[in-house]
């Protein structure tokens, strides 16, 4: 069974800077994407950055220039460091797993910026 995991949320100022770290564990196909949304109250969930296990990434333009998505395919990890934080990134922040047709998602955690 697949799972992953979320770590790293917190509390930080704006400006500021954080990382989070997603595990996957369990039977993983090699060709797969690994990645990060995130979601406000009343609003849908959206995409922050992905990454293919080739390294080719994706970013949300709100992010692209602040936000650096990483990946270890060896540990199954897959990181997201975030620098200069705004306010308007506040969010529950959820990793995501994608291969063949299977699609899993970490339990999320709360990344808030205060002004």
């Known amino acids: 069974q697949v799972h992953v995991v979320e770590s790293g949320g917190g509390l930080v100022q704006a400006e500021g800077s954080l990382t989070l770290s997603c595990l996957a564990s369990?039977?993983?196909?090699?060709?797969?994407?690994m990645g990060w949304y995130r979601q406000t109250p009343g609003k849908q969930r959206e995409l922050v950055a992905t990454m293919t296990n080739g390294g080719r990434t994706n970013y949300a333009d709100s992010v692209k220039g602040r936000f650096t998505i990483s990946r270890d395919n060896a540990k199954k990890t897959v990181y997201l460091q975030m620098n200069s934080l705004k306010p308007e990134d506040t969010a529950v922040y959820y990793c995501?797993?994608?291969?063949?047709?299977?699609?899993?998602w970490g339990q999320g955690t709360q990344v808030t910026v205060s002004s």
């Open positions: 995501n797993l994608k291969f063949l047709n299977n699609d899993f």
């Open positions: 369990g039977t993983i196909f090699s060709i797969n994407t």
